[in-house]
């Protein structure tokens, strides 16, 4: 999941959008059957690159990168994080993305490395994963825009910031999801301006 709605999420409702999904939508069939039944009217969703099918609209709408955060307790009581191979001596709160990967991936200066993770909480809804990080559980990899007011706040601490992360194979580019009937729906527009400036910030 890409996170729940942000904090601000009284902008959701003054735009008049309702039943607005952000989950990670594992099939496409899932996406058009659910809002044909009118579970929701969108999906704004993490892909390495756009759909191509008839039966629903893509719209890329921006990127993002993810940041490796824990909380100062947690790092209070644990070992230091200067490399990332010290990872593998800590609790990591991982997304699941259902697939076997348990690593993450850092590049720095044209060199990769590939680090397994392991970890006693795996979940598929980013919020999870940030309030657990918050609360002191552990390492966790989070799409920037959902930790930056934590990390601000100094409820979080960015970690290894001279690396770039990511989760195995995972890209982070935010597409727009919705059917073709959608096109021109104010509802729509206002949901993809909201979604480009908050991944703006």
């Known amino acids: ?5 942000p904090a601000n999420r009284a902008s959701f409702r003054l735009i008049g959008i309702s039943g607005v999904s952000m989950d ?3 099939a496409l069939r899932t996406f ?7 579970g929701f009217s969108a999906a704004a969703r993490q892909l390495g690159s756009a759909i191509v099918s008839d039966d629903v609209v893509s719209q890329r709408v921006g990127s993002f990168t993810r940041w490796l955060v824990a909380s100062p307790q947690y790092l209070a ?3 230091p994080i200067e490399h990332p191979d010290a990872l593998q001596a800590h609790t990591c709160l991982q997304y699941d993305y259902g697939s076997p990967a348990h ?7 044209g060199t990769t490395l590939q680090v397994p993770v ?3 909480l795996r979940s598929n809804n980013a919020d999870i994963l940030r309030q657990a ?6 390492v966790a990899l989070l799409s920037d825009w959902l930790v930056r007011d934590d990390v601000d706040s100094g409820k979080l601490q960015r970690l290894l910031p ?9 890209e982070g580019t935010i597409h727009l999801l919705y059917l073709p009937n959608h096109r021109g729906s104010k509802r729509i527009a206002a949901f993809s301006e909201f979604l480009q400036a908050l991944l703006q910030r």
């Open 1 to 5: 999941m890409l996170g729940s709605e």
């Open 24 to 26: 990670k939508l594992l």
């Open 32 to 38: 058009v059957a659910t809002v044909r039944c009118g």
């Open 77 to 79: 009581r644990t070992s």
């Open 103 to 109: 690593y993450w991936r850092f590049e720095q200066d």
């Open 118 to 120: 392991t970890g006693s």
């Open 133 to 138: 990080a918050v609360a002191g559980q552990g």
């Open 162 to 170: 001279d690396y770039e992360v990511a989760p195995g194979p995972h």
